[in-house]
């Protein structure tokens, strides 16, 4: 199958979740924040070919339309055009094409002279608990939020809510997010120069 994740990432999920065979034999559900784009750098599209349900959230425009084309008329994938926060408000985030768009002043000094910004506009947020409360849990979920990963997943551990697989990008905060991963039972299998996986265990 081919690797649509960033940079290996898929192959490390598949193979906490048992391998391909398993993963299509036993279809669950995927959440990806962050969905960016249906292919490239994505932790969601092997899963949903191998027939899961997906709920995809991106508060981009022109991605959003991206994923629209793809998954629009799919009824096994959700898509919500919002950015996911710790509370729920308009924020204005500052909005490319490329896969950083962000609301976080510092992750918008370190791209803004590679990543074509377009601007700033207002957005939308959900939260954590109204995510889950309106469309459920799920078995994997992807936090890519650009500079508000980690807090998500801080804040989602604290909520007691504990998806089998989780993929965060970790934001130079490795030291903090693992010491909170191992105190909810989770422990790393993967990690790289952007992204750590965490594999629940009992």
């Not at 084309?69 to 500052?94: C, F, K, R, S």
């Amino acid at each position: 199958m081919r690797d649509y994740s960033q940079d290996c990432e898929q192959g490390a999920v598949f193979a906490a979740l048992g391998g391909e065979d398993k993963v299509r034999a036993t279809p669950q559900v995927c959440i990806e924040i962050g969905a960016w784009h249906f292919e490239t750098f994505s932790n969601s599209r092997a899963l949903i070919e191998c027939g899961w349900k997906a709920v995809l959230i991106e508060p981009s425009p022109a991605p959003m339309i991206g994923l629209l084309d793809a998954y629009g008329e799919n009824p096994n994938v959700t898509l919500i055009n919002a950015a996911v926060a710790l509370t729920e408000n308009l924020i204005p985030l500052h909005i490319t094409d490329d896969a950083v768009s962000t609301s976080e002043a510092t992750v918008y000094e370190q791209w803004k002279n590679t990543a074509k910004y377009r601007g700033r506009m207002w957005v939308p947020t959900i939260s954590l608990e109204r995510l889950f409360r309106q469309f459920g849990g799920c078995a994997v979920l992807s936090i890519d939020a650009e500079g508000t990963s980690c807090d998500l997943f801080n804040h989602l551990m604290a909520m007691k809510h504990y998806p089998e697989i989780m993929i965060v990008e970790y934001d130079n905060r490795m030291p903090e997010l693992c010491a909170v991963a191992t105190r909810h039972q989770y422990k790393m299998i993967f990690s790289n120069g952007t992204n750590a996986i965490f594999h629940r265990y009992e």
